[in-house]
């Protein structure tokens, strides 16, 4: 079952764990292409549209120990990326988080919460090796 702002995908069965990318953005557009992207490079992608949906999935096993890393925008309806990393931290410390946004001054929000900010736009090949890097810093 998929929920209405979450779209949880297992085309390969029972994947390692740590493998999945959890992508996170309430605008249609952008939250498509980097899926799309991110797929193309051979990335499993779980999507969720707002920051309650990311953090439901983050909650629920077994697909939360199965995601290796995360990427969201700053705005998001309800929450601030910022507020989404502040609760996600608190049951997944170790977390690699990749944070986009087109607004300026966003990175001072996120002081303390050990993630790795790019600013929009974020070219494919950059938003590729970022997750790479990300997951194999993880599986390290």
């Known amino acids: 079952m ?7 995908e297992s085309p390969h069965g029972q994947e390692p764990s740590g493998k999945r990318i959890l992508l996170i953005d309430d605008n249609p557009l952008q939250l498509r292409t980097r899926e799309m992207i991110l797929r193309e ?3 499993l992608v779980d999507v969720a549209t707002t920051a309650d949906a990311a953090l439901a999935l983050l ?3 077994p697909l ?3 995601i290796g890393t995360v990427v969201t925008d700053h705005v ?5 990326g910022a507020d989404l990393v502040r609760e996600l931290r608190q049951s997944h410390p170790r977390l690699p988080v990749i944070v986009i946004t087109g607004m300026p001054g ?3 929000e996120y002081e303390g919460l050990n993630v790795q900010f790019r600013p929009k736009p974020c070219p494919p ?3 590729i090796s970022l997750v790479r890097a990300c997951l194999q810093a993880r599986a390290a």
Do not use: I, Q, R, Y
Not at 2 to 8: L, M, Q, S
């Open 41 to 43: 490079a051979g990335f």
């Open 76 to 80: 998001l309806t309800g929450a601030s």
């Open 2 to 8: 998929v929920a209405e702002d979450t779209k949880p």
């Open 64 to 66: 939360a120990s199965n």
């Open 106 to 108: 966003a990175e001072e």
């Open 125 to 127: 090949p950059e938003l």
């Open 59 to 61: 909650n629920s096993e």
